[in-house]
């Protein structure tokens, strides 16, 4: 059983910058971030492939967030930049066995407990 453990969320104010890190007690293969705000259904923000060789992202990111991952440390990270208060969430990373899985949040099949990240105007 793969555990995941995200950490970095916090309070920033806009324009600013964040960087979560979510480490996996196990090897895994797929690796994405998703968000979710109270009420409205979880939504994709980033993925990457085992080898970090494909990255898809969300429109709403696209330009300003970074999606890395480490694999001898079996850590992915996110790093947010030109933040806004639409970004308000908890991000929760997700792991899958796959080579990449994309945006579907079905193809994953470890969740971490989410951080929150919350953007001030």
């Known amino acids: 059983q793969v555990q995941l453990v995200e950490s970095g969320g916090g309070l920033v104010q806009a324009g600013g910058s964040l960087r979560l890190s979510c480490a996996a007690s196990?090897?895994?293969?797929?690796r994405a971030w998703f968000r979710q705000v109270p009420g409205k259904e979880r939504e994709f923000v980033a993925a990457i492939s085992w080898n970090g060789g494909r990255t898809l992202y969300a429109s709403s990111v696209k330009g300003r967030f970074t999606i890395s991952r480490d694999n001898a440390k079996n850590t992915v990270y996110l790093q947010m930049n030109s933040l806004k208060p639409e970004d308000t969430a908890v991000y929760s990373c997700?792991?899958?066995?796959?080579?990449?899985?994309?945006?579907?949040?079905?193809?994953?099949?470890?969740w971490g407990q989410g951080t929150q990240v919350t953007v001030s105007s």
């Open positions: 997700a792991a899958g066995h796959y080579d990449y899985s994309g945006s579907a949040s079905q193809e994953y099949g470890y």
């Open positions: 196990g090897r895994t293969f797929s």
